[in-house]
């Protein structure tokens, strides 16, 4: 049989993904490439800590007062046991504690991108499809709420959570806290985004179409407006993650953030910089670079992909 009469196979939805145009531009970006791997890594250290930890950092049975302050890569005088970024002053692995507290940042981080997506997606669909007074009241309230930084705002709704909460229950609730906090400081910009496209979507062909088959209203703006303006939210999401990720730490670093008990790495730079002027930098620097990999990397995706989706950069 020629070869010309043999079946076509027709390529894998991988072998077309990597002919793309947005694989093409990823591969040919040596700085995205790069800023990937860091995050993907970083992420999966932070998912398989307890794998990866070779100690548990937050229990106290397993603390040694006699391993405190051990530098890195160096025996502790007294026990001989090294560790591989050094210890704190209550004998805690550093090492395993960036894991750990990692693992609690990026669970904040996507939580509150979760959450401030959901609200500011639905209320900007809503103001940019129904249009009038309910498009004028959420826009001002965006507008009021984009007036001032996103960290006091936080800071303001994470101090009247804990007004409400129970002495006796606000450090369990600390993580949800957070994310409440960090969603609502941070929903304006979907919310702005998602109206724009909208607007400009719901005067198309495809939706005159779905009105005249006698679709109501939410189905139209979740089954047809809402796929076509999902690029600019996702771009939004994913630099969105690397800002809450900061949040969040900055939250901790002044005392409003997650407990001792919970570190994350907000509040292991809050108990590095106690040490810094002492000698024991360790104990602040390598969080500190661990939080700066990771916002940087997640950050210089985002500008990739915002770059890639946009077909006017092209």
């Known amino acids: 049989m020629s070869d010309e009469h ?58 040694d007062l006699s391993d405190g302050f051990s530098r890195p890569m160096q025996p502790n005088e007294i026990t001989g046991k090294v560790f591989w970024l050094g210890s704190d002053g209550q004998g805690r692995d550093i090492f395993s504690a960036i894991l750990y507290g990692s693992r609690v940042s990026l669970l904040v981080g996507a939580a509150s991108v979760v959450f401030s997506l959901i609200i500011g997606v639905g209320l900007g669909l ?3 499809y129904v249009g009038g007074r309910t498009e004028a009241l959420i826009m001002r309230i965006a507008d009021i709420q984009l007036s001032f930084p996103a960290i006091l705002v936080a800071l303001l709704v994470f101090g009247v959570a804990r007004g409400l909460i129970p002495p006796a229950a606000q450090e369990q609730a600390t993580l949800f806290v957070l994310v409440i906090a960090i969603g609502l400081a941070n929903w304006a910009q979907y919310a702005r985004t998602v109206r724009g496209s909208t607007l400009v979507e719901k005067n198309k062909v495809y939706v005159d179409a779905a009105r005249l088959i006698g679709l109501k209203a939410w189905p139209v703006m979740l089954k047809h407006v809402l796929p076509n303006v999902a690029g600019p939210v996702l771009v939004i999401a994913t630099i969105n993650l690397a800002l809450a990720v900061i949040e969040e730490a900055t939250l901790s670093f002044l005392g409003v953030g997650m407990p001792p008990t919970q570190p ?40 990739w992909l915002r770059d890639a989706l946009n077909p006017k950069l092209r």
């Open 6 to 63: 043999l079946p076509v196979i027709p390529p894998s939805r991988l072998a077309r993904f990597w002919d793309s145009d947005l694989a093409y531009s990823f591969r040919s970006s040596p700085v995205t490439v790069v800023a990937s791997i860091m995050a993907l890594l970083l992420v999966l250290a932070a998912v398989f800590a307890p794998l990866i930890a070779p100690y548990d950092p937050f229990d106290p049975a397993s603390l």
């Open 264 to 303: 994350s790495l907000g509040t292991l730079i809050r108990f590095g910089q106690q040490f810094l002027f002492s000698g024991e930098w360790w104990i602040l620097l390598f969080p500190s670079l661990v939080l700066i990999l990771l916002a940087l990397s997640i950050n210089l995706f985002g500008d």
């Open 126 to 128: 809503v103001a940019g």
